[in-house]
């Protein structure tokens, strides 16, 4: 997910809301969305708080000048007649990309605002900043910021072969590139050489940034690259890794589906070596 063309984020809500201002309410991790199955739509911020009424409410920015909101509702808010709470992976596909991608951040700053209630120094209640999108102590001055996680993702080759791997969290045949959470005082770089050396025992070089994407699950940056096979034999790391393989790049396994960063990794790195290969 990215920011989509025709979005133009800020965080200062502006005196009045139009009507026509777009509310992504949240219950739990779950959108309300009108009940139409196949084409959902959201409610507009008056019809949301009369349906669902919420305090923790931020502003996102304007799409193609219109107005959106985030609204924090509580897990006991009620699903009214003609619209129900649906998981954003559920609505792939069937919302428009633009309002997913707005989805995804609008999610991120719902979970920010639930979970930075209190400071986490002091524990005193927090309020919203002014002027930049953070929550303040007012005892101890401590600010929290909305969090985002970095990850890594890394499709390692050797000659025309990928190394794909199966997390035992994966549906049954599926393999992907490896990933993992950079850590403290790590590059990013580093921290590819680190998992790619914990999870299956091999040492990479040539590391190329490839491309990245947000992902609201629930907050990471996955930042993901290609890197050549540098030596070692492979060597799965039990509890992370139920399979790792090389795969000839024309002969792979069930991959990670198109929305995903992983997927597009692995077509171009695909793509690539098929042209090399004539
Ligand atoms: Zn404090």
Known sequence: MHTPVGFNPGHVRPESLAAATL??????????VSSAADAPTLPDFSTSQRLAPGEAIHYLGELDGVAC????????????????????????????????????RAFQVVEWERTHRYCGRCGTPTRDKDGERAK???????????RVTPAMMVLV??????????????????????????EPGETIEDCIRREVREEVGIEVTDIRYFASQSWAFPHSLMIAYNAEYAGGE???????????????????????????ISRRLIAATIERLAKEAV
Request: proline share 12%; net charge neutral; charged share 20%.
């Open 69 to 104: 909101v985030t609204i924090a509702l509580g897990d006991d808010a009620p699903e009214p007649a003609g619209w129900r709470y649906a998981g954003l992976r559920s609505l792939f596909f069937k919302l428009p990309e633009p309002l997913i991608a707005i989805a995804q």
């Open 23 to 32: 509310a992504f309410a949240f219950r739990g991790d779950k959108l309300l």
């Open 136 to 146: 303040e102590c007012p005892r101890c001055g401590y600010t929290a910021y909305p």
């Open 234 to 260: 492979l060597c799965p790391q039990e509890s992370e890794i139920a399979e790792a393989r090389w795969f000839a790049y024309d002969a792979v396994p069930d991959l990670p589906p198109s929305i995903s």
């Open 157 to 182: 080759t050797r000659g025309r072969e990928l190394l794909l791997a199966r997390s035992p969290r994966f549906p049954p045949g599926m393999y992907s590139a490896l990933a993992g959470f950079v």
